[in-house]
């Protein structure tokens, strides 16, 4: 006589990092239009993404607004510390196409550590910015102001 014994493995998996509940995918602020000044908050609330231009391994918090451009029209995004001594902001832009279309990012452009990138769409749409953070830690929270400039503002600082 032979028996047959079954066995089940039940487990449950968990993710937390330094206190924080993570939630995948940045969080959407909305919509903004040019020459408005927007703001908004980087921390361990905000949600998770990667982001072009960093390494695919690296997540970070980031809020994403939509603008609707013109091709072939500049624009200046400026994406300013308003908060939070440690916090580093980094600004993206991508096309109507997603997160690959014509994307552009600056981290440092308007002077450590604030971010200006200028920006000619190559199609016309809506187009989403995501504004976040260089790298991210709990200690490493803040808010910004991000405003998009109609043109090309090579000399635009932060207040």
């Given amino acids: 006589m032979i028996l047959k014994s079954a066995l089940t493995v039940v487990f449950a998996l968990s993710l937390a990092a330094c206190g924080d509940n993570i939630t995948f995918g940045p969080t959407s602020r909305g919509g903004t239009s040019l020459g408005a000044t927007v703001s908004g908050s980087i921390d361990g609330s905000t949600g998770r993404t990667t982001l072009p231009g960093r390494s695919s391994s690296i997540e970070v918090p980031a809020e994403t607004w939509t603008v609707t451009l013109s091709a072939g029209e500049p624009v200046t995004l400026l994406m300013c510390r308003?908060?939070?001594?440690?916090?580093d902001p980094y600004v993206s832009i991508h096309g109507p196409g997603g997160r690959t279309d014509n994307a552009r990012?600056?981290?440092d452009g308007a002077g450590y550590p604030n971010s200006r990138l200028i920006y000619t769409p190559t199609t016309s749409g809506a187009h989403t910015i995501y504004a976040s953070t260089f790298t991210y830690t709990s200690t490493r929270?803040?808010?910004?102001?991000?405003?998009?400039?109609?043109?090309s503002?090579?000399?635009v600082r932060c207040p």
């Fill in 153 to 155: 503002m090579g000399s």
């Fill in 141 to 151: 929270n803040g808010t910004y102001s991000l405003t998009v400039y109609p043109g």
């Fill in 105 to 107: 990012t600056d981290d």
């Fill in 82 to 87: 308003t908060s939070g001594s440690s916090f």
